[in-house]
């Protein structure tokens, strides 16, 4: 028989309770074999501990759960599959290829000043390979 414990809280605001059975209760059980990695040694005092958490209430509005919703919905799927065509590539190059890893300034002005010059670099580059606005006839 296992004998619960109280009910702790992480400092993330979880509530989980924990279980504490002797090795001679477990040798008992029907269901050790489920608790338990391997068969129980003779002599081993140790037992078994086990930690339950309980299931976070999940809140409808927050946003994050709000942008779960959609992304599961059948159009959701749809549209995110999209993303690994159209906006990872962007982010893989500039972060990659144009070593931008972090921003050097502070600021939100001088923050976007130099977002935007990295995008108008990547944008040149992309109008450079389809070599678009130069003329056929050179």
Request: proline share 6%; glycine share 8%.
């Amino acid at each position: 028989m296992s004998s619960p414990g109280s009910i702790y809280t992480t400092a993330t605001g979880l509530h989980y309770q924990t279980y504490t059975a002797k090795a001679a209760h477990c040798k008992a059980c029907g269901l050790s074999g489920q608790c338990l990695k391997g068969p129980l040694k003779p002599n081993d005092g140790r037992g078994r501990q086990v930690t339950r958490f309980e299931p976070k209430i999940k809140n409808p509005i927050h946003p994050s759960e709000c942008m779960r919703q959609a992304i599961d919905s059948p159009r959701g799927r749809q549209l995110y599959s999209q993303r690994i065509g159209t906006v990872e590539p962007v982010f893989a190059n500039i972060r990659h290829n144009k070593r931008l890893t972090r921003l050097n300034h502070r600021g939100h002005a001088k923050v976007n000043t130099q977002w935007h010059l990295y995008c108008m670099v990547h944008n040149i580059e992309k109008l450079a390979k389809t070599q678009l606005g130069r003329n056929g006839d050179r």
